[in-house]
């Protein structure tokens, strides 16, 4: 009889369902007792965030930036997560952390990394140009806290790595990943021309993407390391209006349409802004 997989909707789903590679009782040497409870697995661990985020929002008012934020997340996961089997370890601010692995149904967890790193850059309508960082290896799911709160995290060198090829070392849709976890037979294919031109880590005139000779790179508090990087060049940045009768009308920013919904929210009674900020307004 086949072994029944199962579809983990968490972090939290999938080490409750599995046996731990540590389960210990610690102290901290001050009184306090705190679990060492995880589970090593091989994994593909990626960081996705806004570009200029800082820049874009910092004239928009507290519950656009809200709009703003949850926009990416909810575009990020309709668009690009659709039927890839992953969890979303967290949402951190503009940034997203995502994990991928054969536990969780990838048949090679890398390769579906750069895959939903590709579809998040291809169909980034509405701007948002997200710089992401990609990194393989041995990763322990785990618990971190104590009796106050609880979470659920992965922790490791390949989340580290991750992390830091996203913020910094890639520029707006550019994809960062060591070379370590580069098999090019892999990722050339995901990345090449859909008119199946040559496939080279080389810049052709009018291929969709780019890819940069490899890199060596120093990165904070984590010393030197060969990375590769793949960017698309252009992107769109604005949507279109479609008015009543089909037609296109003028098109606008992903700040210009959370700017106009919140107006209209205000005007239908579903919005109230506090005072404070209708006082800011009115100066």
Known sequence: MDKVKYVYKSLEDFLISKELSIDYIATDGWGGDYPVKGCEI?????????????????NLSSTATMFFVNHFFSWISGEALQNV?????KYI?????????????????????????????EYDEWGF???????????TVGYVGTPKMYNCSVFGKPVALAKRCATEVAKARMIVFPV??????????IFAS???ADKSFSRRPNE????????????????????????KEDTIGFIFNVKEDGSLGDSITIEQHISCLLRNLEDSGRYRPSKAYIHKKRE
């Open 85 to 89: 089997p992953c969890i979303i370890d």
């Open 93 to 121: 601010g503009d940034e997203i952390m995502i994990i991928f692995s054969n536990e969780f149904g990838s048949v090679n967890h890398f390769a579906d990394a750069l895959t939903v790193a590709k579809g998040f850059i």
């Open 180 to 189: 370590v976890n580069c098999d090019r037979s892999l990722v050339e294919p």
């Open 208 to 231: 969709e993407w780019h890819f940069y000779e490899l890199e060596n790179v120093e990165l904070n508090n984590m010393g030197n390391y060969d990375v590769c990087k793949v960017q």
């Open 194 to 196: 859909k008119k199946g």
């Open 42 to 58: 091989d994994a593909s661990i990626l960081f996705a965030d806004i570009s200029g985020f800082s820049k874009r929002t910092i």
């Open 129 to 139: 140009s997200p710089h992401i960082g990609i990194s393989s290896g041995v990763v």
